[in-house]
């Protein structure tokens, strides 16, 4: 197999003293005065986005790049792309080169949809003929007919995005860069799009994927880098190095309290913080275990550093690809909170019934308010990843089994993760043997 | 290497470039198109700038200062070189914003970046084109004969591209590293309308200031301009040499500092 793609010691990097001052001519000037006469050194700030990585891709490989935001991943793409230069390294890239960063870059909004097809066609790489001959399939893709010669600045985001990614999807190229740009418009394109990754697959083409979604990366690519503080951590089968990215990833320890007063990275304006989260019975009484079907109360400790009026309290779970299983937020189950004072607190929530089945769940916390008067946008006031994760369990007892399988229906052999993240509590009856095949036809 | 494009090599842009030249079509066109589209007046534009300057000057250098006019109307002496100068304004003016202008291109996707700029001042030559054929008029309507050098009207655009993109590529560049450049072009601009003979004859300058003019090489290419216009002015082709060679080694400069800078571009624009 000859390779399309050969990267070697691959570096770049960023100074990022340089990108934050003298962005003014006059003070370049001064700077540059005050250096020749003081001869004080300039204090540097670097980062290596990408450090030292090699590796090679194969003619007609899907290969998918995974890591936390800031791996490196947009960078590599962005040097594949040749829209930015390497520091030091050499690539190597056989064949007609595609990338797709964005949906729709270049569009201009007060050109009809027609004459943005070719402007973004052409912005990608294509031949104004291959627009031509292509026109009826993007239009048809995009669903916009009706629409083709309507100035753009009248289409919906919506319309747009697929506008953009009709175009993107009907690029014919050896080789291609596609950043995480499939997660447009409704759910129906969005499938779509899916689809159209999913033929690239047979097409024999060579593509480079950067994503988020483990989901989509395993589906999609075979063979998975995986990429940490700007250097290459893991090459290899895709379901190896997704395994390995999330044991990373859900480094922390899956307990039944966790202290948030010291969390890395978090964001939002810190008006208001959480403190900790901590799992309990329903009567409140501290909990080793959580058992699928349990009853639990979540207690979600802050500190008000200013008043606040009308926070709202959030947190998700998500399962070990990151997929949200669910969302509990006080605006969600309509519960409003009045003005809080600078102290600390605590909010409570009781889970009745906890039917999340038996598996390693990680929460995103965060607290929002409400901009009601003037943008009517949501402000984040903390924000944190992967702050808990905790272990649902097979219920031990057998009489707690049972008293599931009373009340909801759920046996012994419904505890595990194979069937899905939950199960909803159901009843089947029985209603005897037919003849024939019916369906509450002439009941 | 297989048949993708490099520019690895020095001269390897050419070729890009050529590979490229429907992009650079597409950003013309789409520039051209977006500026017709958005005004009311449309292709209008193109004239009211430059004869409305004639208008204004005409009034107050042609009538209240008395400027001499080497022997046509003033309205004709000034207008003529205002079409040529409102395309060098406009061409450096807007190549030299065009970089910051288009930041999205610039980190989205590859492709030659000189094609930026140099649209940006192109797409000024269907304005130019038009406010030449009001010239035509004005020239009928003052009974001045057209003759054989007219021709060259045309040709002579090529010199003033060549200096414009030179300034141009610079003037982008820089603007994507220093945020105030953009407050310099204009000032720039307004400075070189006062130094390049457009409200006055070349004449008028002192012997002295006349050689030191010359190395403006707008006074060469403008002079040029008029004197296809103008009866009985005959080209000072020393001059136009003199303008052009500059003109040349501007762009060539224009590029080089270019070329240096554009692997920059994505990383801080």
Known sequence: MTDAITVEHLSKKFDISKLRKETQFREALVNFAKRAIFRSKDFKEEIWALNNVSFSVGKGEIVGIIGRNGAGKSTLLKILSKIMYPTNGKINIQGRVGSLLEVGTGFHWELSGRENIYLNGSILGMRKKEVKSKLDAIVDFAEVERFLDTPIKYYSSGMRLKLGFSVAAHLDTDILFVDEVLAVGDVAFQKK???????????GRTVIFVSHTMSTVENLCPRVLWFDKGEL????????????????????????????????????????????????????????HIYCGDGLKVRLYYKVNKPISKPEFYFNMKTDVGSRVTTFGTALS?????????????????????????????MNLWINTCDVLITENDINHDGIDCGAAINVEVPNSNQLSNE????????????DKWWGVMFIPCKWNFQGLHTSNILTKNV | MGNNVTAATKFGFIKEFWQYRELFYFFIWRDVKVRYKQTVLGALWAVIQPFSTMIVFTIFFGKFAKMPSEGVPYPV??????????FFAGAVG?????????????TKVYFPRFAIPASAALSGIVDFFIASLILFGIMIFYHIPFSWSLMFWPILVIPLIILSLGLGMVFSSLNVRYRDIKYTIPFIIQVLL??????????????????????????????AFRSTVIPNKNVDFLL???????????????LAYFRKTEKEFADIV
């Open chain 2, 240 to 254: 136009l040499a003199v303008s052009i060679t500059v003109s040349l080694l501007i762009f060539l400069l224009g």
């Open chain 2, 77 to 86: 002496f000034s207008y003529s070189a205002l079409v040529p100068w409102t």
């Open chain 2, 194 to 223: 006062f130094i390049t003979p457009i409200i006055y004859p070349i004449s008028i300058l002192p012997e002295r200031y006349q050689r030191l003019a010359a190395l403006n090489p707008l006074t060469g290419i403008i002079e």
């Open chain 1, 193 to 203: 799009c899916l689809d159209t990754m999913k033929d690239l697959r047979n097409s």
């Open chain 1, 404 to 415: 599931l399988e009373k009340t909801c229906g759920l046996a012994n052999k419904g505890f």
């Open chain 2, 94 to 106: 807007n190549s030299g914003n065009s970089l910051i202008g288009n930041s999205d291109l610039l």
């Open chain 1, 233 to 288: 951590r893991m090459d290899g089968r895709s379901s190896d190095v997704i395994n390995h990215y999330i044991s990373q990833f859900g480094e922390i320890e899956a307990k039944t309290k966790f202290d948030l007063t010291d969390v890395p990275n978090r964001q939002g304006t810190g008006i208001i913080r959480y403190l900790g989260i901590e799992f309990l019975t329903l009567d409140g009484e501290p909990k080793e």
């Open chain 1, 334 to 362: 309509g519960h409003e909170i009045q003005t809080l004072y600078p102290g600390t607190g605590y909010i409570d929530v009781d889970i009745e019934f906890f039917n999340i089945l038996p598996d390693r769940y990680y």
